[in-house]
């Protein structure tokens, strides 16, 4: 065993009984490194990264590569869902210098922590004229010899230009310009086929869906819509959605959403199942309220801790393979059904004896259930019913395979994403699960991952350790607003105005805008600045979207010219690249908004909203604030949006508010529906 074995991360004990002698990042390493006037080798991946075993299998558990790397370097191991600032820091490096980067991300270092030389995957020996990672370690190892000084030299400079980036300061007005100009952006590199954005490897993106509904709305751009709603579809339909258990797979290898990257990860569920609610609330369609509660669903199923936090995410391997838990031959599927299932789910999805995977299939969907039916001689319901019988078969056959890695450590921001989506589907759909398992996530990061009125970052076995990150406190936060907005209760907004009290004095640099981290992790090496809103979101962009609701929700004019400040210096880079920064024109669309709100007081205290009423408030409105309460005092001190509104004449009563001034109130929802057709209405082009 080397130093990693006490460690909690999934991914470090993944590697504690390598031949290397990994240690983990610490000043136990560093002080070793500087001792021994040795380079350092870092190797940053996540435990249900796919390249990240196969890297691990040929070349750390080699011991020929063991032996050199543990006589020449001291070898670290990072992951990098614990130290997000280690790895982006990093990853900057490797793409300043090889012009792209991914994981495993290999990096060789001074023994001061500055990087001299970065790789990706490489096979551990030479293959033609092709160099194995075996040979760059030797060819580096002689170099630290003999040209010790130029390496030095190499990583002062790369250093210094990661901080020169850190540090570049431009401000761009946020004006709606900008979002006008990224929707052609997008539409240049639209697929008109099969959506999404690009070729492949193609990412879901979902924040580049959840844009596009509001510039279409507000440009009354139909394509705009089209092009979200269409993608959501596309991807829901694919072989990307785990077709039988629910859950989206990491990104797809080709242009058709067809085979995906295997593993699932928590932030993707969070982020599709939010996109899918928008396009539920703008459609009414029944498609996407299914795939947002299909989604949902897995997460409470599978990723779900006992007392409420959510774990990380699935591999993407097991029995020694990528995806083999969710493939399906021909023959075993004809095994498992009887034949008119069997005809009906190689009718749906497209399964046949050639497969679409190395022979095998992956479940996808082509065609409406209706059209299959109608295909097959089948009526709609009784082709349901067939339907349901096979799927229950087959999943009940696929719980008996070896199931992927579980990656069961639990982390802050993660979690917040997860919390937003949930307390909005619970809203929405009056599921009390979802609401509930929103508050329970809500009650452990409060109860487990906080101390001093400071967050954590990860949760394992009983352990809460390192210092949260910006994202963290971001993420949570968004989680928070939602999650107040869904059940009215004043400790959820409390908690979030307190947090983001606390996230100003940890990350602000003084200038509107935000570090990631606190520190540095190293002198001379920057405390981080992630711009780029990519699978996840950057947490500047979140920071910004959530000091605008936060200013809206207490009427705080300072907060929302906080809001502004920062998303001047996000828009320098979003005004070049919008299809590289959607959560941040989420934020500046929001914040061109026209401010407007609606509270509706409920009666009898302690009673739901009446279902008349819900339908006025569940449309596609994203920037107006709703808030729903039966228990006005006790939201009067905390938001002037209620202030000391109380019912009329003992009803359940609502007030819209546009700009500074509230509309006369309302008792009855066909009023209220009135006035939002006058004052919000919606646009009625085809969706």
């Not at 052609?184 to 580049?208: L, S, T």
């Not at 082709?383 to 087959?394: C, E, H, N, V």
């Amino acid at each position: 065993m080397n130093h990693l074995q006490h460690e909690q991360s999934p991914y470090l004990l993944q590697h504690a009984d390598n031949p290397v002698d990994w240690f983990p990042w610490g000043e136990g390493a560093l002080e070793k490194a500087r001792r021994e006037n040795k380079p350092i080798f870092i190797s940053i991946g996540y435990s249900t990264c796919h390249w990240c075993h196969v890297m691990a299998h040929e070349s750390f558990e080699d011991k020929a590569i063991a032996e050199k790397l543990n006589r020449d370097f001291v070898a670290i191991k990072v992951d990098r869902e614990e130290r997000p600032d280690l790895d982006a820091t990093y990853m900057q490096a490797c793409q300043l210098m090889n012009g792209h980067g991914g994981w495993p991300l290999n990096l060789f270092l001074c023994p001061n922590g500055k990087p001299f030389y970065a790789l990706t995957y490489l096979p551990p020996y030479r293959s033609g004229r092709h160099p194995g990672f075996g040979d760059v370690i030797e060819k580096i190892a002689q170099l630290w010899k003999e040209q010790p000084d130029h390496l030095v030299e190499a990583g002062n400079r790369l250093a210094d230009a990661i901080l020169e980036q850190e540090n570049a300061s431009a401000a761009v007005e946020p004006e709606e310009a900008i979002l006008e100009a990224a929707i052609g952006q997008f539409k240049d590199v639209y697929d008109h086929e099969h959506g999404g954005f690009g070729r492949a490897p193609k990412f879901p993106q979902p924040h580049n869906a959840a844009l596009l509904l509001r510039l279409g709305q507000r440009f009354k751009d139909p394509e705009s819509l089209q092009m979200a709603l269409k993608t959501l579809r596309k991807i829901a339909a694919g072989g990307i959605t785990d077709q039988l258990g629910g859950g989206l797979h990491r990104y797809s290898v080709d242009n058709y959403w067809l085979v995906p990257h295997f593993e699932k990860m928590l932030y993707d569920q969070a982020l599709i199942s939010s996109a899918y609610l928008d396009a539920w609330q703008f459609t009414g369609q029944a498609c996407f309220q299914k795939a947002a509660e299909t989604i949902l669903d897995y997460c409470l199923t599978e990723l779900k801790h006992h007392d409420g936090g959510f774990y990380c995410g699935e591999d993407a391997d097991s029995e020694g393979a990528e995806g083999t838990f969710y493939l399906w031959s021909y023959h075993e599927l004809i095994d498992l059904l009887s034949e008119d299932e069997a005809k009906l789910v190689s009718h749906y999805y497209n399964v046949s004896e050639r497969g679409s995977f190395e022979g095998k299939n992956i479940l996808h969907i082509t065609r409406d259930l209706a059209v299959t039916a109608e295909e097959l001689g089948l009526s709609p319901a009784r082709a349901g019913q067939i339907l349901d019988q096979a799927r229950q078969k087959l999943r009940t056959f696929r719980r008996q395979r070896p199931r992927p890695h579980l990656d069961d450590k639990i982390l802050t921001g993660w979690n917040g994403l997860m919390i937003a989506s949930m307390a909005r589907a619970g809203q929405y759909f009056g599921n009390d699960d979802y609401l509930h398992a929103a508050l329970e996530a809500a009650d452990f990061i409060c109860s487990r991952m906080m101390s001093g009125g400071r967050l954590l970052r990860r949760h394992r076995n009983q352990d809460s350790a390192i210092p949260a990150f910006h994202e963290d406190y971001a993420f949570f936060i968004h989680g928070l607003i939602d999650l107040f907005l869904a059940t009215s209760s004043p400790k959820h907004l409390d908690l979030a105005l307190a947090l983001q009290r606390r996230c100003d004095q940890l990350f602000n640099d003084d200038s509107g805008g935000y570090f990631d981290s606190e520190q540095p992790f190293l002198p001379g090496m920057g405390r981080g600045r992630s711009r780029q809103d990519g699978a996840i979101p950057a947490a500047s962009s979140v920071t910004a979207h959530n000091l605008i609701r936060l200013a809206r929700i207490t009427a705080s004019p300072d907060v929302e010219l906080r809001a502004r400040t920062l998303l001047k210096r996000q828009l320098s880079h979003a005004a070049r690249y919008p299809t590289a920064f959607a959560f941040s024109l989420l934020a500046l669309d929001l914040l061109l908004a026209e401010k407007m709100s609606l509270v509706i007081v409920t009666v009898p205290k302690g009673s739901r909203l009446p279902a008349p009423w819900t339908a006025p408030i569940l449309s596609f409105r994203p920037a107006m604030i709703t808030v729903v309460t039966s228990h006005p005092e006790k939201l009067a001190d905390r938001t002037a949006l209620v202030g000391d509104k109380r019912p009329v004449d003992g009803k359940t009563t609502a007030w819209l508010c546009t700009g500074s001034s509230c509309l006369e109130p309302v008792t009855e929802p066909e009023a209220l529906q009135k006035l939002l057709e006058a004052h919000a209405p919606l646009n009625t082009f085809s969706k």
